[in-house]
Protein backbone atom coordinates (compact mmCIF):
# COMPACT_ATOMS: atom_id res chain seq x y z
CA UNK A 1 0.00 0.00 0.00
CA UNK A 2 1.67 3.55 -1.02
CA UNK A 3 2.38 5.65 1.84
CA UNK A 4 2.81 9.30 1.58
CA UNK A 5 4.47 11.67 4.48
CA UNK A 6 5.00 15.04 4.39
CA UNK A 7 7.29 16.99 6.60
CA UNK A 8 7.25 19.25 8.43
CA UNK A 9 3.93 19.38 9.06
CA UNK A 10 4.01 22.91 10.33
CA UNK A 11 6.46 25.68 8.91
CA UNK A 12 6.71 29.29 10.47
CA UNK A 13 8.72 31.70 7.91
CA UNK A 14 9.16 35.33 7.78
CA UNK A 15 8.24 36.89 4.16
CA UNK A 16 11.29 36.69 1.21
CA UNK A 17 12.64 33.61 2.75
CA UNK A 18 13.23 30.39 0.10
CA UNK A 19 11.31 27.59 1.61
CA UNK A 20 12.00 23.32 0.73
CA UNK A 21 8.36 20.92 1.75
CA UNK A 22 9.49 17.67 2.00
CA UNK A 23 7.25 15.32 0.79
CA UNK A 24 7.99 11.14 0.46
CA UNK A 25 6.52 8.30 -0.67
CA UNK A 26 6.40 4.36 0.06
CA UNK A 27 6.08 3.11 -3.89
CA UNK A 28 8.16 4.19 -6.61
CA UNK A 29 6.00 2.92 -9.12
CA UNK A 30 4.47 6.16 -9.48
CA UNK A 31 2.71 7.10 -12.71
CA UNK A 32 2.65 10.94 -11.67
CA UNK A 33 2.90 13.37 -8.75
CA UNK A 34 1.06 16.32 -7.65
CA UNK A 35 1.71 19.54 -4.90
CA UNK A 36 -1.59 21.27 -4.20
CA UNK A 37 -2.80 24.12 -2.47
CA UNK A 38 -5.56 24.54 -0.04
CA UNK A 39 -6.60 27.91 1.58
CA UNK A 40 -8.66 27.03 4.58
CA UNK A 41 -12.33 26.11 3.75
CA UNK A 42 -11.56 25.84 0.02
CA UNK A 43 -10.73 23.05 -2.16
CA UNK A 44 -7.76 21.83 -3.79
CA UNK A 45 -5.39 24.14 -6.42
CA UNK A 46 -3.28 22.15 -8.53
CA UNK A 47 0.12 23.58 -8.54
CA UNK A 48 2.76 21.38 -10.23
CA UNK A 49 2.24 17.90 -11.76
CA UNK A 50 5.45 15.84 -12.33
CA UNK A 51 5.08 12.80 -14.59
CA UNK A 52 7.49 9.48 -13.30
CA UNK A 53 9.99 10.25 -16.27
CA UNK A 54 10.33 13.71 -15.24
CA UNK A 55 12.88 15.60 -12.87
CA UNK A 56 11.30 18.92 -11.92
CA UNK A 57 8.81 20.95 -12.75
CA UNK A 58 8.72 25.22 -12.40
CA UNK A 59 5.72 27.68 -11.90
CA UNK A 60 7.23 30.98 -11.24
CA UNK A 61 8.43 31.02 -8.03
CA UNK A 62 7.69 27.10 -7.44
CA UNK A 63 9.92 24.54 -8.19
CA UNK A 64 9.15 20.69 -7.78
CA UNK A 65 11.55 18.03 -8.01
CA UNK A 66 10.85 14.26 -8.13
CA UNK A 67 13.61 11.19 -7.42
CA UNK A 68 11.51 8.08 -7.88
CA UNK A 69 14.49 5.80 -6.63
CA UNK A 70 14.43 7.56 -3.24
CA UNK A 71 10.90 8.25 -3.41
CA UNK A 72 11.03 11.70 -2.51
CA UNK A 73 9.80 15.03 -3.96
CA UNK A 74 10.62 18.59 -2.57
CA UNK A 75 8.72 21.80 -3.50
CA UNK A 76 10.20 24.49 -3.10
CA UNK A 77 8.98 28.04 -3.01
CA UNK A 78 11.08 31.38 -3.83
CA UNK A 79 10.51 34.86 -1.75
CA UNK A 80 7.70 33.57 0.07
CA UNK A 81 5.45 35.80 0.38
CA UNK A 82 2.22 36.03 3.02
CA UNK A 83 -0.16 34.87 0.50
CA UNK A 84 2.14 31.80 0.28
CA UNK A 85 0.10 30.92 3.68
CA UNK A 86 -1.84 27.69 2.99
CA UNK A 87 -1.76 23.95 3.74
CA UNK A 88 0.51 22.47 0.72
CA UNK A 89 -0.41 19.16 -0.24
CA UNK A 90 1.48 16.37 -2.19
CA UNK A 91 -0.50 13.66 -4.12
CA UNK A 92 0.73 10.22 -5.99
CA UNK A 93 -0.66 8.48 -8.63
CA UNK A 94 0.84 4.28 -8.64
CA UNK A 95 0.71 3.31 -12.45
CA UNK A 96 -1.37 0.77 -11.06
CA UNK A 97 -4.38 2.93 -9.92
CA UNK A 98 -6.41 5.53 -10.82
CA UNK A 99 -6.49 7.57 -7.43
CA UNK A 100 -4.31 9.84 -6.17
CA UNK A 101 -3.21 9.16 -2.85
CA UNK A 102 -2.14 12.21 -0.57
CA UNK A 103 0.24 12.94 2.51
CA UNK A 104 -0.88 14.81 5.14
CA UNK A 105 0.02 18.17 4.41
CA UNK A 106 2.42 21.18 5.48
CA UNK A 107 0.77 23.97 6.65
CA UNK A 108 2.39 27.08 5.78
CA UNK A 109 2.82 30.49 7.89
CA UNK A 110 4.67 33.29 5.71
CA UNK A 111 4.80 35.96 8.21
CA UNK A 112 4.65 39.82 7.13
CA UNK B 1 -13.88 27.11 -19.22
CA UNK B 2 -15.67 26.36 -15.91
CA UNK B 3 -14.31 24.08 -13.25
CA UNK B 4 -15.33 21.77 -11.29
CA UNK B 5 -18.59 22.41 -9.01
CA UNK B 6 -20.45 20.99 -5.90
CA UNK B 7 -22.94 21.08 -4.20
CA UNK B 8 -24.32 22.17 -1.73
CA UNK B 9 -21.22 23.96 -0.36
CA UNK B 10 -22.62 23.14 3.19
CA UNK B 11 -24.59 21.02 4.05
CA UNK B 12 -25.53 20.39 7.93
CA UNK B 13 -27.61 17.21 9.01
CA UNK B 14 -29.22 15.09 11.78
CA UNK B 15 -27.91 11.70 12.66
CA UNK B 16 -29.81 9.30 10.79
CA UNK B 17 -30.71 11.27 8.12
CA UNK B 18 -29.72 10.67 4.28
CA UNK B 19 -27.87 13.20 2.71
CA UNK B 20 -27.05 13.59 -1.20
CA UNK B 21 -23.52 15.50 -2.85
CA UNK B 22 -23.95 16.56 -6.36
CA UNK B 23 -20.85 17.04 -8.40
CA UNK B 24 -20.33 18.35 -11.79
CA UNK B 25 -16.78 17.62 -13.59
CA UNK B 26 -15.45 19.59 -16.57
CA UNK B 27 -17.33 19.22 -19.14
CA UNK B 28 -15.44 17.01 -21.40
CA UNK B 29 -13.82 14.88 -18.47
CA UNK B 30 -14.50 10.78 -18.68
CA UNK B 31 -12.70 10.13 -15.29
CA UNK B 32 -14.62 11.85 -11.83
CA UNK B 33 -13.59 10.90 -8.15
CA UNK B 34 -14.47 11.09 -4.82
CA UNK B 35 -12.94 12.30 -2.05
CA UNK B 36 -12.93 12.85 1.77
CA UNK B 37 -10.88 14.98 3.79
CA UNK B 38 -11.61 15.06 7.82
CA UNK B 39 -9.72 16.00 10.80
CA UNK B 40 -7.32 13.12 11.47
CA UNK B 41 -7.77 10.96 8.47
CA UNK B 42 -6.47 13.43 6.04
CA UNK B 43 -7.43 13.06 2.35
CA UNK B 44 -9.05 9.66 1.24
CA UNK B 45 -10.30 7.87 -1.92
CA UNK B 46 -13.75 7.06 -1.78
CA UNK B 47 -14.45 5.87 -5.22
CA UNK B 48 -13.75 6.44 -8.90
CA UNK B 49 -16.29 6.42 -12.63
CA UNK B 50 -14.57 6.74 -15.74
CA UNK B 51 -17.11 6.13 -18.46
CA UNK B 52 -19.28 3.69 -19.03
CA UNK B 53 -17.08 1.67 -16.97
CA UNK B 54 -18.04 -0.12 -13.49
CA UNK B 55 -16.87 2.08 -10.82
CA UNK B 56 -14.10 1.46 -8.49
CA UNK B 57 -15.80 1.23 -5.03
CA UNK B 58 -12.97 0.20 -3.16
CA UNK B 59 -12.58 3.38 -0.77
CA UNK B 60 -16.17 3.61 0.40
CA UNK B 61 -15.87 3.16 4.24
CA UNK B 62 -19.37 1.21 4.40
CA UNK B 63 -22.86 -0.08 2.85
CA UNK B 64 -24.43 3.64 3.98
CA UNK B 65 -22.16 5.23 1.27
CA UNK B 66 -22.91 4.89 -2.51
CA UNK B 67 -22.26 6.73 -5.53
CA UNK B 68 -23.56 7.20 -9.35
CA UNK B 69 -22.77 8.91 -12.38
CA UNK B 70 -26.14 9.92 -15.03
CA UNK B 71 -25.04 9.98 -18.28
CA UNK B 72 -21.81 9.85 -18.27
CA UNK B 73 -21.63 13.36 -16.31
CA UNK B 74 -22.69 14.64 -12.88
CA UNK B 75 -22.62 12.83 -10.25
CA UNK B 76 -24.50 12.32 -6.69
CA UNK B 77 -22.67 10.63 -3.61
CA UNK B 78 -25.04 9.48 -1.44
CA UNK B 79 -24.93 8.73 2.15
CA UNK B 80 -27.68 6.75 4.27
CA UNK B 81 -28.29 7.06 8.08
CA UNK B 82 -25.74 9.76 8.65
CA UNK B 83 -23.39 9.27 12.01
CA UNK B 84 -21.31 12.18 13.35
CA UNK B 85 -18.09 10.30 11.97
CA UNK B 86 -19.29 10.99 8.29
CA UNK B 87 -18.44 14.77 9.44
CA UNK B 88 -15.94 15.72 6.55
CA UNK B 89 -15.20 17.92 3.69
CA UNK B 90 -16.29 15.68 0.61
CA UNK B 91 -14.41 16.95 -2.88
CA UNK B 92 -15.05 16.04 -6.09
CA UNK B 93 -12.51 15.24 -8.94
CA UNK B 94 -12.31 15.40 -12.87
CA UNK B 95 -9.34 14.24 -15.63
CA UNK B 96 -9.52 13.32 -18.96
CA UNK B 97 -9.62 10.00 -19.90
CA UNK B 98 -6.28 10.38 -22.24
CA UNK B 99 -3.34 12.57 -22.12
CA UNK B 100 -0.03 13.03 -20.91
CA UNK B 101 -0.65 13.67 -17.78
CA UNK B 102 -4.23 12.53 -16.65
CA UNK B 103 -4.20 16.18 -14.42
CA UNK B 104 -7.08 15.59 -11.66
CA UNK B 105 -8.88 18.91 -11.44
CA UNK B 106 -10.96 19.35 -7.81
CA UNK B 107 -14.39 21.41 -7.25
CA UNK B 108 -14.54 23.51 -3.82
CA UNK B 109 -16.13 20.50 -2.07
CA UNK B 110 -18.98 20.17 0.14
CA UNK B 111 -18.88 20.88 4.13
CA UNK B 112 -20.83 17.95 5.81
CA UNK B 113 -21.60 18.52 9.26
CA UNK B 114 -23.46 16.01 11.00
CA UNK B 115 -24.94 16.53 14.41
Known amino acids: KQEVTQIPAALSVPEGENLVLNCSFT??????LQWFRQDPGKGLTSLLL?????REQTSGRLNASLDKSSGRSTLYIAASQPGDSATYLC???????????FGSGTQLTVLP | GAGVSQSPSNKVTEKGKDVELRCDPI?????LYWYRQSLGQGLEFLIYFQGNSAPDKSGLPSDRFSAERTGGSVSTLTIQRTQQEDSAVYLC?????????????FGPGTRLTVL
Open chain 2, 27 to 31: SGHTA
Open chain 2, 93 to 105: ASSPRQGPTLEQF
Open chain 1, 27 to 32: DSAIYN
Open chain 1, 50 to 54: IQSSQ
Open chain 1, 91 to 101: AVKLGSARQLT
